[in-house]
């Protein structure tokens, strides 16, 4: 068997990320071979990973990733079980990773970025698995989003204790330099107010009629003619609580998201789509 030198020993880890220790036992058992020692890091892993599973992650952090112009992001979510790894160089580095990764290859689901190719070999899975093997904790990735906005801007917030997010695309003429506090404040709208569709046609028509029926039940023996008024009112109500252009602005409750947004950006400017993110909950 050829001799396991420092520098092998480096390289398996740059293109890894496993402990230099694992990365040697694995060279060992491989007889040297880069590929094979890899595949043994992998199988190693798959094998921690399958003694985790089922073990609950309720801490992780999130990452975004965008453009230098402003007209592409991607935000991912990596969980695991303790706040001491999610505050790990290893998981954060992997993590960082992983937004740009979704940036690069626009994934338009979580299973799509398990089985797309990594950088260092095998696949996004193959390398999180090595990730859970090297740490000692369960780990999935929760959630993912990538936006292309050539008919305006992406924006993304991370919150301060990086478990909730946003990420915005907005139709608009202006530029980054003119949108980016504004589409900052509007994922920060996303995370706290949590609206549940961008607009009353997107909401779950089964959420509306459930609503509309709790407001009728309420509504009993009153005349027709003012329970459809009070109905009205009450589900205009409704969508303005649960509906991100209908809530009221985050920095001035005297007027809706679409206003301030047009206010702010020019008018047309109108939000195109959003994910809210958030771990533990």
């Not at 993590?95 to 089985?115: K, Y």
């Not at 305006?152 to 204790?161: I, K, N």
């Not at 007027?255 to 020019?266: D, I, N, P, R, Y």
Request: net charge negative; hydrophobic share 45%.
């Amino acid at each position: 068997m050829p001799e396991i030198t420092a520098t092998m020993v480096r390289e398996l880890r740059e293109k890894s990320g496993a402990a230099m220790m694992d990365c040697k036992k694995a060279l060992e058992a491989s007889g040297g071979d880069m590929d094979g020692a890899f595949d043994e890091l992998r199988k190693r892993g798959l094998k921690s990973a399958a003694k985790k599973e089922g073990r609950a992650t309720a801490q992780g952090r999130l990452a975004a990733h965008l453009s230098e112009d402003g007209r592409k992001g991607a935000m991912v979510s990596l969980a695991c079980e303790t706040d001491f790894v999610a505050n790990t160089d290893d998981f954060n580095t992997f993590l960082n990773a992983l937004a740009a990764h979704a940036f690069a290859n626009a994934p338009q689901d979580v299973p799509t970025l398990l089985g797309q190719a990594w950088q260092a070999g095998g696949t996004v899975n193959d390398a999180l698995q090595v990730l859970i093997g090297r740490l000692g904790e369960n780990m999935q990735v929760a959630d993912v989003a990538v936006y292309q906005a050539g008919d305006g801007q992406v924006g993304a917030y991370v919150h301060h204790d990086s478990m909730k997010g946003a990420l915005v695309h907005v139709k608009t003429d202006a530029d980054k330099a003119k949108a980016e506090a504004t589409l900052k404040a509007l994922c920060m709208q996303i995370v706290v107010f949590s609206p549940a569709a961008l607009d009353s046609s997107a909401m779950d028509p089964k959420l509306v009629e459930r609503e509309r029926e709790i407001v009728r039940e309420g509504l009993a023996g009153k005349p027709a003619e003012m329970q459809e008024k009070i109905l009205s009112g009450r589900m205009d109500k409704f969508f303005a609580e649960n509906t991100l252009v209908g809530q009221p602005w985050i920095h001035n409750d005297k007027s809706t998201v679409a206003k301030s947004l047009a206010e702010a950006l020019g008018a047309g400017s109108v939000v195109k789509a959003f994910r809210r993110f958030q771990l533990g909950g």
